[in-house]
């Protein structure tokens, strides 16, 4: 279930987990690069996973990003970013037992965590979670430029990728991806249950191969916290490739409770600033090709 290009994407650029504040960063940083005239949404092709499946929603259709930097506070501003919800700590550590444990097979680990998903359904939550995300992305309809959104099969544990020929919801896809066992319901599509497409392979920066520039935005990076680089496992092939995480100051904002609500603005308002740095980087790689006739 992974949607093929019909042409290899110029720029590509690849949105990655990172809980609730880690959403705000990245949310705060694409209104700053787009303040700084480097608009992510012109990308050829956007991934989106978890976090940045909804900020990979907002960003390819165009919304207003500025709205976030408060949500709910002031009159026109989008609703919170999420419904109030206890987070299921025994759950959580039940997850994280799974993926820490040496050795196990991927696709086995998926469906151990499938499993515990499952156990969590709630269809009250799911609608809860359906309604906070539409809110929040202000869309309905997926974008003519290229979206990818992630997620994962909670009863098989297989990984799928879908976008607008997909026949899914942009809104259920992006809840999906973002629905990570724990701290989210599982969401239903098409009569299956789908949670957090982190599980697939992280960033899954993977689908981003064959662009010339591809940009990668790590809310919750693992391996080197340096900010950016020019070569690596970022986007293997790819001419130009850039690594961008959050700063000291962000990774202070972000704090270390992917799911506290309480960090949202200061988050948003750590990307904003980190935004002016980030484009005098980004500006040179983000020019698009020029057309030849």
């Known amino acids: 279930m992974t949607p093929v290009a019909p042409q290899a994407p110029d720029r590509a650029l690849v949105l990655g987990p990172g809980g609730v504040p880690g959403t705000a960063w990245t949310a705060g940083l694409a ?32 919304q207003d990003l500025d709205g976030l930097a408060a949500p709910g506070r002031r009159p026109g501003a989008v609703s919170p970013p999420a419904p109030p919800r206890a987070v299921d700590r025994a759950a959580l550590g039940a997850v994280f037992a799974v993926l820490g444990t040496p050795g196990l097979e991927p696709g086995e680990a998926r469906r151990r965590v499938g499993r515990i998903a499952l156990d969590h359904a709630d269809p009250e939550a799911e609608r809860a979670l359906l309604a906070a995300r539409a809110a929040l992305i202000g869309a309905d309809s997926w974008p003519e430029r290229g979206l990818l959104i992630t997620a994962v099969d909670a009863a098989s544990g297989e990984p799928v990728v879908w976008d607008r020929t997909s026949g899914v919801p942009l809104v259920h896809a992006v809840a999906a991806s973002s629905a990570f066992p724990g701290a989210e319901p599982p969401v239903t599509v098409r009569g299956r249950p789908y949670m957090d497409g982190a599980l697939r392979a992280g960033t899954n920066a993977d689908l981003a191969a064959g662009a010339r520039v591809v940009v990668v935005i790590e809310p919750m990076p693992r391996g080197s916290a340096e900010e950016s680089s020019e070569q690596g496992p970022v986007a293997a092939g790819a001419p130009t490739s850039v690594r961008v995480v959050p700063d000291p100051e962000a990774v202070r904002a972000i704090g270390s409770n992917p799911n506290d609500r309480t960090r949202w603005e200061p988050a948003y308002r750590a990307g904003l600033d980190q935004a002016a740095a980030v484009a005098a980087r980004l500006r040179p790689a983000w020019q698009p090709v020029p057309e030849t006739h």
């Open 31 to 62: 209104a700053g690069l787009r303040h700084a005239g480097v608009d992510l949404g012109e990308a050829d092709l956007i991934v989106g996973t978890s976090a940045g499946a909804i900020v990979a929603a907002l960003v390819a259709t165009g």
